[in-house]
């Protein structure tokens, strides 16, 4: 029957208490009602890519329910792929920087002997022309053969005692001539031989450089990559989001325009745990989101990090061994090392350079070679390309003032339904009794009746 006042129950139809009991239930008695009541619900469509379908009924949706991270393409390679060339290529410079001090060690002292052998060199020819000269001319001492110039340098008398001058033949002109040249000649030999030495550590020097430069260039791709391939994670876990958020999305909608229609307390109770049920799941949504921003940020600062220790590992190693450097101009290059390092660099591609870079090898016979590992390694980082991280254009904030909002209008609704059938039930149960009553009085009244009537054939 149609209720003229309005004042049946919007959720079941029956009309509510004479005295409004039921608009003054409080929340408390809702929630105990909810608890007494079967949870007879509805089965929505699920959600097969945010939640674990046999958990959609229960507040105990957690983090586990969530989908894993499935968007990584195949082949994909996370950050400590990156992380573990720049360390290895860190220790192939370390190592390139001790070999170019040894080389610059050894060049030092060539360079050094090469000056002390020139200059005899230079001296030995000068005395060769005066010797000779005073040679020719006799003065020599006939006893030591010794010139005039040479003792009299000494202090001492020429000739000496007992002794005279000579005037050699052709012959021991000739002689005397071989004898010095022989001293010329091993000296030259010794000189040639030290500037041999010279240039075969002159490309090796070279190929050190070289590797420097490109190792300092591999170091900044692989720091570089790192930091991408951090920022593209993140950007494939927003990607995730939104895709969660946007079932989430849908299913609040669906709960919201079911709510607005529910008629009877199992549809109310339905709506009311899927509301809580999506609520809870978006919450996990927004606390994954947040721990993967966590997850990037603590990743480019321990990127920013180790970058600084390394480069200043090589600094220091670099300044120790460029002191000890005594050749000419080679300890300067070791002073301005660490500027090609830098840091990490962040863009939506990454250049890739060191493609030559052979982690430590230097001999010139291997230069421009080429290793596989640096190879794939160059091409991957080349071809990281870092995409931007989408974000949804609802906040989490509003989806949950939404389900609020139903909510608020389903609870009440709820605990009226729930306050009327307790009503009807006990009025049912009352007048069940009265019922029993009434028969119970009409079969007393009928035995009495019975009694009170006189036995057939009594002649009463």
């Known amino acids: 029957m149609d209720d003229p006042h309005g004042t049946g129950c919007p959720c079941c139809g029956h009309a509510s208490a004479p005295d409004g009991t039921g608009d003054a239930v409080s ?28 958990r959609l009924r229960s507040s105990r949706v957690g983090a586990d329910a969530l989908p894993s991270r499935s968007n990584r393409p195949p082949g994909w390679v996370g950050p400590d792929y990156a992380s573990s060339m720049a360390s290895a290529v860190t220790s192939a410079i370390l190592s390139l920087v001790r070999a170019y001090g040894n080389t610059a060690d050894q060049i030092g002292k060539l360079q050094a002997e090469e000056k002390q052998l020139t200059d005899k060199l230079n001296e030995a020819i000068r005395n060769k022309a005066a010797i000779l000269d005073e040679y020719r001319q006799g003065l020599f001492c006939s006893g030591c053969g010794r010139t005039k110039s040479d003792i009299i340098s000494k202090g001492e008398q020429f000739p ?91 299913q609040i909608d669906t709960v919201i325009k079911e709510a607005a229609v529910a008629q009877t307390i199992p549809a109310l109770q339905a709506c009311i745990t899927d509301a809580r049920t999506w609520a809870d799941a978006l919450d996990k949504c927004e606390d994954r989101l947040t721990r993967d921003r966590a997850t990037l940020n603590t990743g480019l600062t321990n990127n920013d990090n180790t970058a600084q220790r390394q480069t200043a590992n090589v600094q220091s190693v670099a300044n120790e061994v460029a002191a000890k450097i005594t050749a000419f101009g080679l300890a300067g290059y070791l002073n ?7 840091r990490g660099t962040d863009g939506s591609s990454i250049a890739g350079a060191g493609y030559t870079f052979r982690m430590g090898k230097y001999d010139p016979a291997g230069f421009g070679e080429i290793l596989p590992r640096v190879a794939e390694f160059i091409s991957r980082a080349s071809s990281l390309i870092i995409g931007t991280a989408p974000g949804y254009n609802t906040s989490a904030s509003q989806e949950l003032a939404r389900l609020d909002r139903a909510l ?3 609870e009440p609704r709820l605990a009226a339904a729930v306050e009327l059938r307790r009503q009807q039930e006990a009025a049912a149960a009352l007048e069940r009794q009265q019922e029993e009553a009434r ?9 009495l009746e019975r009694q009170q009537s006189p036995l057939p054939g009594s002649g009463s």
């Open 160 to 250: 000496h005692s007992g002794q005279s001058i000579i005037k050699p033949t052709p012959e021991q002109i000739a002689a005397k001539e071989r004898e010095l040249q022989q001293g010329i000649d091993r000296l030259a030999q010794q000189l040639s031989e030290a500037k041999a030495k010279l240039a075969k550590l002159s490309p090796d020097i070279d190929a050190i450089r070289s590797q420097l430069f490109e190792g300092m260039g591999l170091w900044r791709t692989a720091t570089s990559m790192e930091r991408g391939i951090l920022r593209q994670e993140f950007a494939f876990d927003a990607q995730d989001y939104v895709q969660q958020r946007t079932v989430i999305s849908r």
């Open 27 to 54: 929340r408390r008695t809702i929630m105990t009602a909810l608890a007494a009541l079967p949870a007879t619900v509805a089965s929505p469509g699920w959600a097969q890519d945010l939640l674990d379908p046999t």
């Open 336 to 342: 301005i090392l660490t500027t090609l390092m830098g």
């Open 439 to 447: 028969r119970q009085a009409e079969a007393q009244a009928r035995e």
């Open 408 to 410: 608020g209008q389903m």
